[in-house]
């Protein structure tokens, strides 16, 4: 039997079409970037992670001269928000990204959802996920099921 699944996502033509607390966010991720490490790709990715209080963590990705020891900036952000010493839980996730110093898409890996399919799964409730699908133009995505729907599970 052939199956067919459908993704939802809602697109933004420009930043200035997000609501206040979505462009906040993005404007963080952005920020980010200027701590990103990345000598060998010379591609810059900023992420920020939001907190259900509305407190905001940043990472950003941080290469290795043996490559695979990096880190993507998701998961840099991911684990320092879930190193939170009130282990508050996690409501969104916003990703940027800059080559040749102009915004390009930046959206997450395979690795990275898989994080972000934990971090649902901690908060008992969906991420809001905020990906740039061009120099100015976002995806806002509700939950991790819509970017990855075959994730592995343990049950
Ligand atoms: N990268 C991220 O930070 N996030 C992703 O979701 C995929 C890729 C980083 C890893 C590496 O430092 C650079 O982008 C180029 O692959």
Do not use: H, W
């Not at 997000?18 to 404007?27: A, T």
């Not at 993507?72 to 916003?94: P, S, T």
């Not at 997450?108 to 799964?121: N, Y």
């Not at 976002?138 to 939950?143: N, S, W």
């Amino acid at each position: 039997m052939k199956k067919q699944l459908t993704i939802e996502f809602e697109e933004f033509e420009a930043l200035n079409e997000l609501c206040e607390k979505d462009y906040e966010l993005v404007m963080e991720a952005r920020q980010a970037l200027q701590s990103s490490y990345s000598p060998y790709s010379k591609f810059r990715v900023g992420s920020a992670v939001r907190f259900q209080d509305g407190e905001i963590v940043k990472g950003s990705n941080q290469e290795n001269v043996a490559y695979p020891s990096g880190m993507c900036a998701e998961r840099v952000a991911l684990f320092a928000a879930g190193n939170d010493a009130k282990q508050r839980k996690i409501a969104a996730i916003a990703i940027a990204a800059m080559k040749d110093g102009c915004f390009v898409a930046a959206k997450p890996c395979g690795a990275c959802l898989q994080t972000m399919l934990e971090t649902e799964k901690r908060a008992k409730a969906s991420l809001t996920i905020l990906i740039a699908l061009g120099e100015d133009k976002f995806a806002k995505v509700e939950g991790v099921k819509n970017l990855m729907p075959f994730a592995f599970t343990d049950f």
